[in-house]
């Protein structure tokens, strides 16, 4: 991958959070990072 893809990329996925974060809130967007925190420490178990 190279850097300007992965520019691009963040830039989509940045966008994306944003504009739903404009929508419907940011309450959905808490709980997902909690469950992705979660997913972190469960795989950081097995490693």
Known sequence: MTNRIAIVL???LITGMLVDGYYYGSDHMIYLGKKFF???EWMAFWR
Do not use: Y
Request: charged share 0%; net charge neutral; proline share 0%.
């Open 10 to 12: 963040a830039l989509v």
């Open 38 to 40: 979660a997913l972190i």
